[in-house]
């Protein structure tokens, strides 16, 4: 089998294939250690690690479902319906990140990578942070009975309600709702990476 880069590693040599997700779950509990205590309680009531990893990959998903500036540092090339390491650097990616910006590669890491090389593209830590704080929002989220129902309605193309004409609500959905953004922190971070203007065609 012949791959588009001629320097590609020994066949033998198996990349780093990292979960589908930002952050792990041990980096997420030492963030959110540092979190209000109501906020880190919700976290840390979650005994099953896998629920947590859950949210993360869910928090993961939402962040790669938005329109992102740039494009991928290494764009999806499929052999036999997996992602292969199309530049031969020892890392597959399977997620949006790390990307090009602007022309350049958004965050770098000048220690030592994969094949032992130094001076390789990484995933920006404000992007595990905002998965992190993304995630912990999902966890709120899910716990209030009321945000729930009111996700099912928007979900079912209800736009406003009311009850007994004593109270009623609009329940539009904003440009980070489309895309079940909950965490406002997580926005304010993630505003740098999205593009918010139609690209011109």
């Known amino acids: ?3 588009p880069y001629p320097n590609y590693p020994d066949p033998d040599f198996v990349p780093v294939n990292p979960d589908p997700t930002y952050a792990t779950v041990e980096e ?29 990959y869910a ?13 991928r540092f290494e764009p ?15 890392i597959i990616q399977i997620l ?25 593209p990484i995933v920006p ?3 595990k942070t905002a998965t992190i704080l993304e995630a912990l929002a999902d966890v709120i989220f899910d716990s209030d009975v009321d945000n729930v129902d009111r996700q099912n309605m928007k979900n079912q193309g209800v736009t406003n309600y ?9 329940l539009g959905k904003s440009f980070y709702e489309k895309y079940h953004i909950h965490s ?11 593009e918010r203007r139609p690209k011109a065609v």
Do not use: C, H
């Not at 979190?35 to 009531?45: E, F, H």
């Not at 790669?64 to 500036?69: E, V």
């Not at 992602?83 to 020892?90: A, E, L, P, T």
């Not at 009311?162 to 009623?168: E, R």
């Open 59 to 71: 928090a993961t998903a939402a962040i790669d479902s938005l329109p992102l500036r740039g494009r």
């Open 162 to 170: 009311s009850i007994a004409g004593a109270y009623s609500e609009s």
């Open 1 to 3: 089998m012949s791959y």
């Open 76 to 90: 999806v090339w499929l052999i036999s319906g997996k992602q292969i390491d199309i530049n031969g650097d020892g």
């Open 184 to 194: 406002m922190k997580a926005r304010q971070i993630l505003a740098r990476y999205v």
């Open 96 to 120: 949006e990140f790390p990307r090009f910006i602007d022309g350049v590669i958004v965050y770098w890491d000048m220690g030592v990578g994969p094949l032992n090389r130094t001076g390789f």
């Open 28 to 56: 997420a509990d030492a963030f959110l250690e540092t979190r209000p205590a109501s906020d880190w309680a919700l976290w840390d009531a979650i005994t099953d690690d896998d629920e947590k990893l859950a949210y993360l």
């Open 125 to 127: 830590p404000d992007i």
